[in-house]
């Protein structure tokens, strides 16, 4: 069987080629020119904009793990993609979407995963989309920040079920390989309803020094940032921001309960992922990392 990844360089791709390297399988890697070959992986030179490319990393494959990137054209990255995968008879493609994303199509990057969405519909009875809520990994950029005593994400009050990309990867696995998936939306979500409170307060336990919740003021955020961020990703971050803090992004019981079945285990929750990258010296590394660099 052959599998190509999309996107499987990062965060929740790379895991996903991981978990499939743990069972001996080595996929194909959509990556881009002039991006390293990836151990344990077969490369197929392409870019989710370049449709000759992904005709050719298609060919020949059974079934397609797809992200789309953050990016004003992501939609046409998607079509691309499906498009792709359908004339080449791909018989099942797993797509990263996002927790609830019904309810937050006013933000850029929800609404452009939309019609990708509708694009799988059609295409058939071999599709599943992965629904992560936020991810722990998103912190790692914001190490620096946390170390000198601020958690900048502005998360508001509400909380959010937070997520490893380690269980939303083995949900993929698991769509991938085995059968019983197709036709789905699975939501992947956290143990518990975090607000940016309650993240400082974990990383301040973990750290044993004082990290305090940088606040809910976007402007504020957006002036912080803007060194780091184009403007058109600055204002779909502000929008998301905002959805976050005024109806935040908790699971339901029902989404907890899907999580569960398909990771056969309860998910992972933010002190182990702390402990985890303390425990890898990754936190310890990034703390020393100069604070301007970071968002
Ligand atoms: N962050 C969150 O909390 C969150 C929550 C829910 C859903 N999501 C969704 O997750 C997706 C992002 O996943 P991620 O964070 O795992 O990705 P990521 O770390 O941002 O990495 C993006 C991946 O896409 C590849 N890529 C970018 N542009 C490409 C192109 N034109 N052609 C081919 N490959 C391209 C990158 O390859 P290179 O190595 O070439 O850069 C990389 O492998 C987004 O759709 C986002 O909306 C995110």
Same mark, same amino acid.
């Given at each position: 069987?052959?599998?190509?990844?999309?996107?499987? /360089?990062?965060?929740?791709?790379? &895991?996903?080629? #991981? %978990? =499939? @390297? +743990?069972?001996?399988? $080595?996929?194909?890697?959509?990556? !881009?020119?002039?991006?390293?070959?990836?151990?344990?992986?077969?490369?197929?030179?392409?870019?989710?904009?370049?449709?000759?490319?992904?005709?050719?990393?298609?060919?020949?494959?059974?079934?397609?793990?797809?992200? /789309?990137?953050?990016?004003?054209? &992501?939609?046409? #990255? %998607? =079509? @691309? +993609?499906?498009?792709? $995968?359908?004339?080449?008879?791909? !018989?099942?493609?797993?797509?990263?979407?996002?927790?609830?994303?019904?309810?937050?199509?006013?933000?850029?990057?929800f609404a452009t995963k939309l019609?990708?969405?509708?694009?799988?519909?059609?295409?058939?009875?071999?599709?599943?989309?992965?629904?992560?809520?936020?991810?722990?990994?998103?912190?790692?950029?914001?190490?620096?920040?946390?170390?000198?005593?601020?958690?900048?994400?502005?998360?508001?009050?509400?909380?959010?079920?937070?997520?490893?990309?380690?269980?939303?990867?083995?949900?993929?696995?698991?769509?991938?390989?085995?059968?019983?998936?197709?036709?789905?939306?699975?939501?992947?979500?956290?143990?518990?309803?975090?607000?940016?409170?309650?993240?400082?307060?974990?990383?301040?336990?973990?750290?044993?020094?004082?990290?305090?919740?940088?606040?809910?003021?976007?402007?504020?955020?957006?002036?912080?940032?803007?060194?780091?961020?184009?403007?058109w990703l600055r204002h779909d971050?502000?929008?998301?921001?905002?959805?976050?803090?005024?109806?935040?992004?908790?699971?339901?019981?029902?989404?907890?309960?899907?999580?569960?079945?398909?990771?056969?285990?309860?998910?992972?929750?933010?002190?182990?992922?702390?402990?985890?990258?303390?425990?890898?010296?990754?936190?310890?590394?990034?703390?020393e990392r100069p604070v301007a660099?970071?968002?």
């Amino acid at each position: 069987m052959r599998i190509l990844v999309a996107g499987g /360089t990062g965060k929740v791709g790379r &895991e996903v080629v #991981a %978990g =499939l @390297n +743990a069972l001996g399988l $080595a996929p194909r890697l959509l990556l !881009r020119p002039g991006r390293p070959p990836v151990p344990g992986t077969e490369t197929a030179r392409g870019d989710l904009f370049d449709a000759p490319s992904l005709a050719a990393a298609c060919a020949g494959v059974d079934r397609l793990f797809l992200v /789309t990137p953050l990016d004003p054209e &992501e939609t046409a #990255a %998607g =079509l @691309n +993609a499906v498009a792709a $995968a359908r004339a080449a008879g791909v !018989r099942r493609i797993v797509f990263l979407g996002i927790h609830n994303i019904e309810a937050g199509r006013h933000i850029p990057h929800f609404a452009t995963k939309l019609p990708v969405l509708a694009a799988l519909r059609e295409a058939g009875p071999g599709w599943t989309v992965i629904e992560p809520n936020n991810f722990f990994q998103n912190d790692i950029d914001l190490f620096g920040a946390i170390g000198a005593g601020v958690y900048p994400q502005p998360l508001g009050a509400l909380g959010l079920s937070r997520v490893d990309t380690r269980d939303i990867a083995a949900a993929a696995v698991r769509a991938l390989l085995e059968d019983g998936f197709a036709g789905r939306c699975l939501p992947l979500v956290g143990p518990e309803v975090l607000n940016g409170a309650a993240v400082a307060a974990r990383y301040q336990a973990a750290l044993g020094r004082p990290v305090a919740y940088a606040g809910d003021d976007l402007t504020r955020w957006n002036e912080a940032v803007r060194p780091l961020l184009p403007g058109w990703l600055r204002h779909d971050l502000s929008l998301m921001y905002g959805y976050f803090q005024a109806r935040g992004l908790a699971a339901s019981d029902q989404d907890l309960a899907a999580t569960r079945a398909v990771l056969g285990r309860p998910p992972r929750d933010l002190a182990g992922f702390i402990a985890g990258q303390q425990a890898s010296g990754a936190l310890a590394e990034a703390l020393e990392r100069p604070v301007a660099a970071q968002a």
